[in-house]
Structure formats: C-alpha cells, structure tokens
C-alpha cells in the first residue's frame, strides 16, 4: 500500500508540473507575442497556435487539479439544512457523477485524439491530436480523484485553497 501511495504521489506531482509548466509556457508565449507586435510590428507566425494548443492544456488539467482539491462549485448554505446522512448520500452521488464525466472525458477524447491523427496543424505541422490528448489524460486523472473520494480518501495536497469571502 505505501509503493502505492507512492507511486499515485509521484503521478499526481507530474502531472502538477506538467501543468504549471503550460501555464508558465502560456504567459511566456502571449507576452512575447505582445512584445513583438507592439515594438516590431512583427508576430511569430507559431505564436496563435502554440496559444491555444497550451490554452487547451492547461484548461482540462486544472479542471482536474480543481477536482482533486475539492473546489469544484458546491452550494454548502443550502446542503448544511439537512442532516449528515443525506450529505452523504450525495456526497456519493457527486463522486459518481464526476466519476462518470471523467470516463467520458477518457472515451470521448480518445476518440477525438483517433480521430485527428491524420491531420495537422498550419503553423507547427504538429498532429491536431495532440490538442486532444488533454482530455483523455485530464479524464483518466478525475476517474482516480473522484474514484479515491468516493471511498473518502483525502485526495487535496495543498492546504487554505478556498475562497477568500
């Protein structure tokens, strides 16, 4: 169980980094882009595509970090009415439903990432599947998250990650 719980860790860590490295590898391409255009009047022809491609990267993987630390949109005024057993129950129910919608991100994107093998994108002539890529792997990340929160594991690693109001 420890190799386990090891080896969940050192997944979860890459995929972290991986996704900072997008988000750091977003604002690095934008700027530049700004740069460029506002003193050159000149734009890296890649600069568009790199955007998106990035954009779409980091979008799904922090849907599934916002997964894995609980801050996915919750109504607690209206819940915390009610007793615990049928938070519970619902509490199940929320698991199973993000369950569900991370084994469609995993079917859906996958048949997608398929899909566009065979075509490529303008500027970079990278496979158009690679934008696809995203949603598999964001999908297999929220089935284990939401999987381990159904059984009430604590899945968060990073502590006072909650609104400020």
Request: contains cysteine; neutral net charge; proline residues 2%.
């Amino acid at each position: 169980m420890k190799y386990i719980k090891k080896a969940g860790l050192l997944i979860d860590s890459i995929f972290e980094n991986f996704t900072l490295i997008t988000l750091v590898g977003l604002i690095f391409v934008v700027t530049t882009q700004v740069m460029t255009r506002k003193l050159f009047n000149f734009v890296f022809f890649w600069s568009e595509e790199i955007t998106l491609l990035l954009l779409a990267w980091f979008a799904f993987m922090a849907i599934a970090i916002g997964v894995r630390e609980y801050i996915h949109l919750g109504i607690d005024s209206f819940t915390n009415l009610f007793g615990k057993a049928f938070n519970k129950f619902w509490d199940k129910v929320i698991s199973l439903s993000v369950f569900a919608f991370g084994l469609y991100l995993v079917v859906q994107g996958w048949n997608f990432t398929v899909l566009m093998l065979d075509s490529t994108l303008p500027a970079t002539k990278l496979p158009s599947s690679v934008t696809y890529l995203a949603m598999p792997i964001t999908g297999v990340m929220i089935c284990g998250y939401s999987f381990l929160q159904l059984f009430r594991i604590n899945t968060t690693r990073h502590e006072g990650i909650e609104e400020g109001m």
